[in-house]
């Protein structure tokens, strides 16, 4: 049985549909990489996932998210929680504003033994100790008695992985979980990811619009464009003959270091805003392939070579 | 007219609460001003056969301890402590303006000594500040104009210096300097006009605190004297007939009370139809 | 910390001086000589001359300045023109009423008004929102001095359960903390809920709803820890609010208290009482903002860490 499939997916925020049909998968031992440019839905995949939506007035309208043979979206909140944190972990973007500013460490850690785990105090605080040294933090008891604005960055997003690690989950999904880092950081974190997914056997769901960071550790990925699924296929086969243009783009921005947000320099123009979403594929705008089809007709969901693709005229060996 | 619809105050009338404070103020304004012809009785002609009448179809809200009819003094009251404290406000907010303005342009060691003295005054609550300076001018309209004059301008002062220092360094404002404009031009074109949303609308809340304040000095027998009818002094003199007449000093706090919750509503509905709720503070 | 407090103490000297000096200066200006109260009707300028010298007031207002501040330092704020009593006297009289009955109202106001803030901001844009909301709009704009009597009409005449004025025993307190209490509810009520609903969003929250907590957990013992720092704060800042509902309150139900004391005194133009009634809240309004700094650092490590 898959971990976690996500099927046909739709989101409503207010009178706004901001998802539209997204679809994807991962297994245990895998990376799924969610790419594509800020406003293209990546982060709210990922509440809709954990179950978050209500919590910034979002609702899931259609589709389904099946983890381990349980459809998320038809349970109650009471009954979704226990899989929050405990089978289903959240790392949040910014590890900044990620912790308490005004509780100390320990606490916050310990919550997740004492609460997914049923441990006592004393327990609860060397599981966390335990957990935190397995992720190679110095001293971590002191670190325990100290507040988070006295940690650098790293160190605090560290804290946060180890958190999601506490409830031993089957699944993380972390949302850009670099990019508030220094570049240096970034590639500790990412492969301090990456080892966790292979040693565990967990799967873990990347957000990130840095397709360096995908092309190294991704299994599978799926490209999202302002709302919509616009291509998902395994690693290799997408870069080898990305099929959708997006995807191209994305690729043609890798050498540049990591990229701006928002910015795509590949190709000129911006994600457009939820409200000002354009008739036809989305992208046309924007695409150098787009034809008077694409302006009238929502491209079809069609299967190329080893996955999926959203396009009048994909590319590649199509 | 569709100006009108589409402007603010427009669009604040079109909500549901905005609409009935906006109509109450409106009515007890053209109530205040046509008072004389709305009713038949004067509001200084006293009649002691007809003291304490409780409220009754000849006198809709009784009578006060000189026979005087309550609705009608109420009417007349109402001239005295909405024009009180609207002018009051007015001068608070001019002089507010132009102090803030000055400090958060001028900044340096003019704007500590305007912040620190205003500091002072803003920790002060109103009416121990409106109390001392009725002391200081005298009791009666000019002195208790003065006096919510003083007692707000630390507020005025302290938002309109926050929205000066807030736009002053913005780019416009850089490149009408670059253009060669002068202080004044940048500080009356580019800077007040930027903060005028926020300070008028907190000078409209203001009022309505400023009513209370005035009935408050009217209470104490600091505001308006007899007999001009004022609500606060109506209260003052109803006091000593609580037990007898209760129905005295019931009517015009229900008048400041329902007029001060009108401006409230309204204020609100002007924040959200402004969108300027996070630039009300000033703090 | 200990040192943060007293570095604050220290600091206040300087502004206690200029509120001193500002205080003098203002009661000087008040017109009225207090001497005329006190000459019997048809003195001539003799005795006029003989009262004004022994109050020292024919000396120039620096010197006279002079000689109240270090008799201030000294604990004696002079001798009362009315009644002739000394002022440190009546102060300290009226001080123990106006402190419980303060301290109570802003116990009662941060009590209640956190409270419904929390319950308002919890259901958030539902009918109880807006019911709280609507009773805080409500107590916020009735006028203190007519609440007050509209309660002595209900509560003392109508079913006689508490004394309609004095203070004699707590239950005459009941009715004039509620009085000022409810003024102050709506006050703490409003700023507990945006400040509860501005927490709420904080990414920190996101991650603690993702680590499975109850969500009523999270909301009490997260969300409300950062919304009571600025409720405290601006608790704190507008102590001033509750004095001022105190004056007013005291004489609406004739309490023997610093209002009551500092009204009579301002009618009769007796300086030294006004000077010890002003400078006493002024203190107060001091005290109290120190008094927020201090718990504003108690609660925020990142102020404490600041502050190091």
């Known amino acids: ?318 | 007219m569709t100006a009108l619809a589409d402007s603010p105050v427009g669009r604040t009338l079109r909500t549901p609460k905005g609409a009935i404070a906006g109509g109450w103020i409106v009515l007890l304004i053209l109530l205040a001003v046509f008072a004389p012809l709305l009713t038949p009785y004067e509001y200084d002609v006293q009649n002691l056969p007809g003291a304490f009448a409780p409220p009754s179809a000849q006198h809709w809200f009784g009578t006060d301890e000189f026979g005087r009819d309550l609705l009608t003094r109420i009417l007349y009251g109402a001239r005295t402590s909405l024009s009180v404290s609207a002018i009051a406000i007015g001068l608070s907010v001019s002089a507010g303006m132009v102090l803030g303005a000055a400090a958060g342009y001028i900044g340096g060691r003019f704007d500590r000594i305007v912040t620190s003295i205003v500091d002072l005054t803003w920790s002060f609550p109103e009416i121990l500040v409106a109390l001392i300076l009725v002391a200081i001018i005298g009791p009666g309209i000019t002195g208790t104009l003065v006096a919510i004059g003083v007692a707000y301008l630390a507020q005025f002062t302290r938002l309109t210096r926050a929205q000066i220092m807030a736009i002053k360094g913005e780019t416009f404002v850089e490149a009408a300097r670059s253009l060669g404009a002068t202080d004044t031009h940048i500080l009356l074109r580019h800077l007040i006009p930027n903060a005028l949303a926020p300070v008028l609308v907190s000078a409209m809340l203001a009022t309505g605190d400023a009513i209370i304040l005035e009935a408050t000095l009217g209470f104490f027998g600091l505001g308006a004297q007899p007999p001009t009818p004022s609500w606060g002094g109506m209260m003052s003199s109803g006091t000593a007939q609580l037990f007898k007449a209760p129905w005295i000093i019931l009517f015009p706090g229900l008048a400041v009370a329902i007029t001060v919750i009108a401006i409230n509503l309204f204020g609100d509905a002007l924040i959200r139809a402004l969108d300027i709720r996070s630039r009300m503070r000033s703090a | 910390m200990l040192g943060y407090v007293l570095k604050r103490l220290v600091m206040l000297l300087p502004v206690f001086f200029a509120v001193s000096v500002v205080i003098f200066a203002i009661i000087h200006l008040i017109p009225g000589d207090p001497v005329d109260s006190l000459l019997k009707v048809g003195s001539g300028p003799e005795q006029r001359a003989i009262l004004t010298a022994r109050y020292g007031l024919d000396r120039p207002l620096p010197v006279q300045y002079a000689i109240w501040l270090g008799n201030l330092l000294t604990g004696d704020m002079g001798t009362a023109i009315v009644g002739r009593r000394p002022v440190a006297d009546l102060v300290m009289a009226a001080l123990p009423h106006s402190l419980a009955l303060g301290g109570l109202a802003l116990l009662f106001s941060t009590i209640m008004g956190i409270g419904l803030g929390v319950i308002a901001a919890l259901k958030r844009d539902t009918w109880v929102d807006q019911a709280i909301m609507g009773g805080v709009l409500i107590g916020s704009t009735l006028p203190g001095f007519w609440l007050g009597l509209l309660l002595i009409l209900a509560f003392s005449v109508h079913f006689a359960w508490f004394p309609v004025s004095g203070a004699r025993g707590w239950s005459s307190l009941v009715l004039p903390v509620l009085t000022i209490g409810l003024g102050g509810t709506a006050l703490v009520a409003r700023v507990t809920r945006v400040a509860m609903i501005e927490a709420s969003g904080r990414d920190f929250v996101l991650l603690l709803h993702a680590k499975g907590l109850h969500p009523l957990r999270i909301s009490l013992r997260h969300v409300l820890r950062h919304a009571l720092i600025p409720v405290v704060t601006i608790l704190a800042l507008r102590i001033g609010w509750v004095l001022g509902g105190a004056v007013t309150v005291e004489v609406v139900f004739a309490r023997p208290g610093l209002g009551t004391l500092l009204i009579k005194a301002l009618n009769q133009h007796d300086y030294p009482v006004v000077q010890a009634c002003l400078l006493m809240l002024a203190m107060a309004v001091m005290l109290g903002t120190l008094l927020g700094d201090i718990l504003q650092a108690a609660m925020d490590p990142r102020v404490r860490a600041a502050l190091a």
């Open chain 1, 1 to 318: 049985m898959t971990l976690l499939s996500v099927e046909n997916l739709s989101v409503g925020i207010g009178q706004v549909r901001p998802l539209d049909g997204i679809s994807f998968a991962v297994d245990r031992g895998e990376i799924l990489a969610l790419v594509g440019e800020s406003g293209s839905g990546k982060s709210l995949t990922a509440l809709a996932v954990t179950g978050l939506l209500p919590l910034i007035g979002g609702r899931v309208t259609g589709g389904s998210v099946t983890f381990d043979g349980v459809d998320l979206t038809k349970l109650t909140e009471a009954r979704l929680r226990p899989y929050r944190g405990k089978r289903i972990a959240f790392i949040t973007q910014n590890p900044m504003t990620a912790l308490d500013p005004v509780q100390k460490i320990g606490p916050q850690v310990d919550v997740m033994a004492r609460l997914h785990l049923g441990l006592d105090a004393r327990a609860a605080r060397a599981r966390s100790i335990e957990t935190l040294t397995q992720l190679r933090i110095p001293d971590a008891a002191a670190i325990c008695q100290s507040y988070p604005h006295q940690l650098s960055g790293g160190m605090k997003q560290r804290i946060v992985i180890a958190m999601a690690l506490v409830g031993a989950p089957d699944l993380i999904v972390a949302d850009e979980p670099t990019t508030a880092l220094d570049v240096t950081v970034q590639a500790q974190i990412v492969h301090l990811l990456a080892s966790l997914v292979k040693e565990r056997g967990l799967g873990l769901i990347l957000i990130t619009h840095d397709m360096g960071v995908v092309a190294q550790v991704a299994t599978h990925v799926a490209v999202l464009y302002a709302g919509r699924l616009a291509e998902s296929q395994p690693v290799d086969a997408l870069f080898a003959a990305p099929a959708h243009p997006y995807t191209t783009a994305l690729i043609d921005c890798i050498p540049r270091e990591a990229m701006a947000p928002g910015a795509l320099t590949g190709i000129p123009g911006a994600v457009p805003g939820v409200a000002q979403y354009p008739v036809g594929c989305r992208f046309h705008p924007r695409c150098g392939r787009a034809e008077a089809v694409c302006q009238n007709d929502v491209p079809a969901l069609r299967s190329v070579r080893s996955g999926t693709v959203a396009c009048h005229f994909p590319g590649g060996e199509a």
